[in-house]
């Protein structure tokens, strides 16, 4: 028994057996017609079913899962904008946007998370680490310390790199700023020192103590004043020029004048007591040590000022009992006062 030959081929249609056709047998038979072209059509289908297997397999092999797809080469998606806030994809081009963002214009040596760590020190409680330090400071706009407060400087003979600058922006006569002494337990002012405004584009500086009495109340009265040209008031004395004129004149006070002891010196004694005296005027340049014209025999003290415009800031000590150091910023006309004893 033979089969009918097949061949893989779709039909367009299936033979309708008339009623006057022949029954007649045979590959081309017109009895096997309908059959050859069914089993063509299921040739046909079984082949493309097969193609659809091979197709299958390799697409399976060439593309990802939907679920928990794993991807080679170079995918790539849409790069979404930077506001998106979704379970989009984030490309490459998105994420490095989002970190020059963040990043913006931060220098290199700060542009990466662990650099910041590193210039932070690491600090995972920074925050409350800064608010300790920021309530151990100072603020501008005034506050309270305690313990002592250093100001160094490094500039030899000059004062402008250590000290204490105050400013008054007020103006006008009467202007001032202060340094004051308040003691403890009653924290009441005891005395310091004001230098005012004379109104004349000159200053003056006065020396406030308090006398022994009520500890509770403020009663600083003025000890000294030392005023625009120099001139020395203290509240026993008066004026010191005026006080020497006049024990002078009562012969209470003998001065002796020394032209030749470098730029003029004048000592003062007085005949009822030890205290002595010494104006000297001398030219230093930057600094010195001087001479006095007469030594004195126990404890003494010296002020110097620049004799002209009072613009040299300067520092003066007494080294034993007959010289004096004096430094400053420059070469300066100096007058200086020395006070002590003299048996």
Same mark, same amino acid.
């Given at each position: 028994?033979? !089969? *009918?030959? =097949?061949? /893989?081929?779709?039909?367009? %249609?299936?033979?309708? @057996?008339?009623? +006057?056709?022949?029954?007649?047998? #045979?590959?081309?038979?017109?009895?096997?017609q309908?059959?050859?072209?069914?089993?063509?059509?299921?040739?046909?289908?079984?082949?493309?079913?097969?193609?659809a297997?091979?197709?299958?397999?390799?697409?399976?092999?060439?593309?990802?899962?939907?679920?928990?797809?794993?991807?080679?080469?170079?995918?790539?998606?849409?790069?979404?904008?930077?506001?998106?806030?979704s379970?989009?994809?984030?490309?490459?081009?998105?994420?490095?946007?989002?970190?020059?963002?963040?990043?913006?214009?931060?220098?290199?040596?700060?542009? !990466? *998370?662990? =650099?910041? /760590?590193?210039?932070?020190? %690491?600090?995972?409680? @920074?925050?409350? +680490?800064?608010?300790?330090?920021? #309530?151990?400071k100072?603020?501008?706009?005034?506050?309270?310390?305690?313990?002592?407060?250093?100001?160094?400087?490094?500039?030899?003979?000059?004062?402008?790199?250590?000290?204490?600058?105050?400013?008054?922006?007020?103006?006008?006569?009467?202007?001032?700023?202060?340094?004051?002494?308040?003691?403890?337990?009653?924290?009441?002012?005891?005395?310091?020192?004001?230098i005012?405004?004379?109104?004349?584009?000159?200053?003056?500086?006065?020396?406030?103590?308090?006398?022994a009495?009520?500890?509770?109340?403020?009663?600083?009265?003025?000890?000294?004043?030392?005023?625009?040209?120099?001139?020395?008031?203290?509240?026993?004395?008066?004026?010191?020029?005026?006080?020497?004129?006049?024990?002078?004149?009562?012969?209470?006070?003998?001065?002796?004048?020394?032209?030749?002891?470098?730029?003029?010196?004048?000592?003062?004694?007085?005949?009822?007591?030890?205290?002595?005296?010494?104006?000297?005027?001398?030219?230093?340049?930057?600094?010195?040590?001087?001479f006095?014209?007469?030594?004195?025999?126990?404890?003494?003290?010296?002020?110097?000022?620049?004799r002209?415009?009072?613009?040299?800031?300067?520092?003066?000590?007494?080294?034993?009992?007959?010289?004096?150091?004096?430094?400053?910023?420059?070469?300066?006309?100096?007058?200086?006062?020395?006070?002590?004893?003299?048996?």
């Amino acid at each position: 028994m033979a !089969t *009918l030959r =097949e061949q /893989a081929q779709w039909e367009s %249609g299936i033979y309708q @057996l008339e009623k +006057t056709d022949p029954v007649v047998g #045979g590959e081309d038979g017109i009895a096997n017609q309908q059959a050859k072209q069914l089993a063509n059509r299921t040739a046909y289908l079984k082949q493309q079913t097969d193609q659809a297997k091979k197709d299958i397999t390799n697409i399976q092999g060439n593309y990802a899962p939907i679920n928990s797809p794993h991807l080679t080469g170079i995918p790539t998606a849409p790069t979404a904008e930077q506001n998106v806030n979704s379970t989009q994809i984030a490309t490459t081009g998105f994420v490095k946007t989002a970190i020059a963002n963040l990043v913006g214009s931060a220098p290199a040596a700060l542009d !990466t *998370l662990s =650099e910041l /760590a590193t210039a932070l020190g %690491g600090d995972r409680n @920074l925050k409350a +680490t800064l608010l300790n330090l920021i #309530g151990q400071k100072v603020s501008k706009n005034g506050d309270r310390m305690s313990g002592k407060l250093w100001i160094e400087g490094n500039a030899s003979g000059s004062h402008s790199q250590g000290g204490i600058g105050l400013v008054n922006t007020g103006g006008g006569k009467g202007t001032a700023v202060h340094f004051d002494g308040h003691l403890l337990p009653n924290k009441v002012n005891k005395g310091g020192m004001h230098i005012s405004d004379s109104g004349d584009g000159g200053a003056e500086i006065a020396f406030l103590t308090t006398p022994a009495g009520d500890a509770n109340s403020d009663r600083r009265h003025v000890a000294m004043v030392i005023n625009k040209d120099g001139a020395l008031w203290v509240k026993e004395l008066g004026w010191l020029s005026a006080f020497v004129s006049e024990m002078r004149n009562k012969k209470v006070v003998n001065n002796t004048y020394y032209g030749n002891h470098y730029n003029g010196a004048e000592v003062y004694k007085f005949t009822n007591s030890s205290l002595m005296i010494v104006i000297m005027h001398v030219r230093v340049e930057g600094e010195g040590e001087f001479f006095l014209p007469e030594a004195f025999d126990g404890f003494a003290t010296a002020i110097a000022n620049d004799r002209y415009d009072g613009r040299h800031s300067l520092g003066i000590s007494i080294l034993g009992n007959n010289k004096v150091k004096i430094w400053g910023q420059e070469t300066t006309e100096v007058s200086l006062i020395a006070i002590g004893y003299k048996r």
